[in-house]
């Protein structure tokens, strides 16, 4: 099977089993992923990049300082900025972050849904994925050109 495939089955696992939104960067480097994975509605992502809100999301805050995984209310005393309440006015109420990796070569995922708090074992399996993609893109500044435009070209 082909990385793209892996990565797609990964990532479609969450998709078809999950009522989760979310946003999945991959080999952080300087500030920037390697590979990006999005289902967050597209009209959050709009508003969220417009508003600059990457530099004071708590989530991202917590995950460059941290690994393992933790609840958006836990950080709720931290977001002085609202990220989360904006969040809410597209339907993304509850969520955890993930983060895996050292601190030059970091993979963080942002979980999201209406329904409710996520439970220990849903917290679990998103840190699980995203521990899978970070190991299954180990190399990745290496991979062949062809393997990482497919890749990045994984829609979901």
Known sequence: MTLDAK???????????????????????????????QTYPQEWQDYYTKNALVMVDPTVRWGLQNTGYCTWSSLAKEDSEGVFAAAAKFGLNYGFAVSEGSPMDR???????SSGEFSESEMQEGDSLVKELHNLTDGFENWDPDDVAAARAIKL
């Open 7 to 37: 990565i797609t089955n990964l990532l479609q696992r969450i998709v078809v089993e999950h009522d989760w939104k979310f946003a999945i960067g991959v080999r952080i480097r300087f500030n920037n992923p390697s590979l990006l994975y």
């Open 107 to 113: 993979s963080m995922g942002f979980f999201a849904r």
